[in-house]
């Protein structure tokens, strides 16, 4: 949710009044004009879903046999679609649903794009110009993240941000859908994103843009991990995914407060932690959650002394406090629109935040590479960060992970590499 108001690499924003709901008028539903696939990997196993137009969900392919698929949800008012969803057996080796294949998960991935806030912004008057890719590249992003050739990607959190119309007379954004709804989901995410979730299974994580009182009807619809959507409100239940010896705890955090504890806040979060006591790790683990347990806001510019700063998040650490983690390797979120990795020389899991999707960030925000020491929740951490757009990608090397991130132009900027519970990001040479 963090927003960059100060775009990277010289991109250009404008911001400008809005107008009411009233002055521009919503637009009509509409069914997908062609249908939508991707695998997705649940606590469950992997499994196909399908936005499609008709009432009845279709029979996919697996392996040559034919399997029907089942109804998820859909329609209604707001999304005038059918949802189909079908658990992929675990000796699947091809897959396909109305002619288009779906990728199969692979026994041990080598290969894993990491990224989320991936929507345009259109809230107010915080206006991104969604027409134009140099202002909003989120699909530029997916397509070069493609071309990588993943095995996984995990996506962070934040895929809705289409709030409130366009201005009038705005023409970078005229014309776009608004709302918690098909048309807007698939603009912000289905759309741009389509090479890439054709190219490899997806782990979801929800942000705080799928709350409750933003996009969570949408996102309990069609992407939450459950096998049946849950109704608002509700939180996403947590789950532990294990992809060849490495454990996701894939945990939601859009209900909690950066900068304040609640109680009732503070113990859902617990709730969620809760998962590394009743399934404790025994194999390498990261937690992926939305809002990063330990990070830094950079809500002004300081000039030469760097972008002023505040830490988060309040709720989580609280929650946190006093627990084994020893079997987390390292934490993996967004929220925050920028890169940034924290290593605490092995004293708790290293923070890696790549919320660089394609949404804007904070005015502090500067694409300059920060390289030093900061404290966080009584901890020194190493900080290694910087404002652009991308995405990272991970390799498996040995028992470690190394890679790098890349930017729009699919240049290594900077590389990481975590050994153990130790994150170390650089600038590329």
Known sequence: MIRR??????????????????ETPKAPEQAPSADQAWV?????????????????CPAATIDGKTI????RAGPSADFPLTVCELLLPKAARQASVRGATLPIPVETPMRIVIFGDTGCRLKGDDIQNCDNPKDWPFAVVARLAASHHPDLVVHVGDYYYRESPCPAGRAGCAGSPWGDNWNSWNADFFQPAEPLLRAAPWIMVRGNHEDCSRGGPGWFMLLDGAAAPRACPAESAPMVIDVGGLAFYVLDSSG????????????????????LKTTPPTTPAWIVTHRPIWGMVPVANGGPLGPIELPINATEQAAAKGRDLKGV??????????????????????????GTGGDVGEPGDTPKFLSDSVDL???????????????????????????AFYDVRDTAIATCKLVGRALTCHAAK
């Open 5 to 22: 108001l100060a775009p990277a690499l010289g991109l250009v924003l404008l911001t400008v009044a809005g107008c009411s709901r009233a």
């Open 40 to 56: 997705e990997l649940t606590d469950r196993g992997a499994e196909a879903r399908l936005i499609t137009a008709t009432a009845v």
């Open 68 to 71: 029907p698929m089942t109804p």
């Open 256 to 275: 909690t407060e950066d900068r304040h504890a609640p109680p009732a806040a503070v113990s859902a979060f617990s709730a969620q932690l809760d998962a």
């Open 329 to 354: 390797a390292m934490v993996v979120s967004g929220h925050i629109h920028h890169f940034a990795s924290f290593s605490f020389a092995g004293e708790r899991p290293p923070q890696l935040i790549v």
């Open 377 to 403: 929740d009584g901890m020194s951490a190493r900080r290694f960060g910087f404002d652009r757009y991308g995405f990272l990608v991970l390799e498996k090397a040995g028992d470690d992970w190394a890679g």
